[in-house]
């Protein structure tokens, strides 16, 4: 089975651009999370969506937002963008069973530079 | 929120030697906990999980032990080898599946 798959891998980007990043969660995987990563830090939790519902945002501004579409794939927008997110964005998926923790499984991230 | 610290940030053992890693939360509700390995570039990789209803874990050369009073949990890494060099995090969560890590141990296994 293939793995939890992002796209792009590298992106480069201005301040005040706009992002669209994309994540394709392993088969059977209903949820979705999202993570920046900045060097040297752990990741840092931004959304999680299950069954196309947001149910959980971590303290990340509005200039972030996501959405989970019906195959369960997601994609993380980010507007005027910042200097200060320049990061590696990890999407992890998981089968998501409210009620019960399931292991997340990351994918190898999108890094993005900020100039 | 959930706050995890992790200790040491960095960890230097010589092979065959043991390695221990320690990470607190403040979540009472945190009933998950898992701990992934990262190697330079790549993606975090789970490599061993405990719930709250139990109070140790062991797989082959690793070990993971959690006091649930004391809000702490340990990674335990035996006979060290040098592939085990990587950084690892801990991780905890509740049951809405939001995870909250840690900032991380660079381990280095010194041959």
């Known amino acids: 089975d293939a793995g939890v798959t992002q796209s792009p891998t590298h992106l480069i980007k201005t301040r005040g651009q706009h992002v669209t990043l994309r994540c394709s969660p392993i088969s059977g995987h209903k949820s979705v999370s999202w993570y920046q990563q900045v060097l040297g830090q752990g990741p840092q939790f931004i959304f999680q969506y299950y069954e196309k519902e947001e149910r959980g945002r971590g303290n990340f501004p509005d200039r972030f937002s996501a959405r989970q579409f019906p195959n369960y794939s997601s994609e993380l927008n980010v507007n005027a963008l910042l200097l200060g997110d320049s990061a590696l964005y990890l999407c992890a998926s998981s089968h998501g069973d409210r009620g019960a923790n399931q292991p997340q499984h990351f994918g190898d991230g999108t890094r993005l530079s900020i100039l | 929120g959930e706050n995890v610290e992790q200790h040491p940030s960095t960890l230097s053992v010589q092979e065959g030697d043991s390695a221990v890693i320690k990470c607190t939360y403040s979540?009472?509700?945190?009933?998950?906990f898992p701990w992934y390995k990262q190697e330079l570039g790549k993606r975090p990789q789970l490599i061993i999980d405990?719930?709250?209803?139990?109070g140790e874990k062991k797989d082959q050369r690793i070990a993971v032990t959690l006091n649930k009073t004391a809000k702490h949990f340990s990674l335990h890494i035996t006979e060290t080898q040098p592939e085990d060099s990587a950084v690892y995090f801990c991780a905890a969560s509740n049951t809405g599946n939001q995870f909250y890590f840690g900032t991380g141990t660079s381990l280095t296994v010194i041959p």
């Open positions: 405990i719930r709250s209803n139990v």
């Open positions: 979540d009472s509700a945190s009933n998950y």
